[in-house]
């Protein structure tokens, strides 16, 4: 499947949402957090920002395998882990959730239909691991 650029646009807006709902829990959580914890979801939450204009600019051409993963998949799995951040409290299931994201993203920006569909399961396994 070719993403348009409205598709291409679109998981850019999940990915940076998802990287805002990152920063609102890290900040909301602040107190809880260790200062490694707090690096890592820091981290993550760049790396997603990061991603997110990145598939702006790589969004021409990105190619995706329909039979292994296509457009409906990617938007439902950001939005699942964009949902869970927001319900959690468990500092380390979130940690696990922005890493698979941040896993996805590099994947789609790679343009890899097999590590796209390997890192979509692991979102969907890591929310579904959640209890979200």
């Given at each position: ?7 291409a646009?679109?998981l ?38 990061n ?54 993203a590099?994947?789609?920006i ?23």
């Open positions: 499947m070719q993403l348009t650029s409205d598709q646009l679109d850019s807006q999940q990915f940076h949402g998802l990287s805002v709902s990152l920063g609102d829990f890290r900040f909301s959580h602040w107190n809880a957090l260790s200062p490694a914890q707090r690096h890592a979801i820091g981290s993550s939450e760049w790396s997603l920002l991603a997110s204009s990145d598939m702006i600019t790589a969004a021409v051409g990105l190619a995706l395998d329909e039979s292994e993963c296509g457009f409906q998949s990617l938007q439902d799995s950001t939005n699942k882990a964009k949902a869970a951040i927001q319900t959690l409290e468990a500092i380390q299931t979130v940690i696990d959730i922005a890493t698979a994201a941040v896993g996805l590099g994947a789609i790679s343009k890899d239909p097999g590590a796209i569909a390997k890192c979509v399961a692991a979102v969907y396994a890591e929310v579904k691991g959640s209890g979200t």
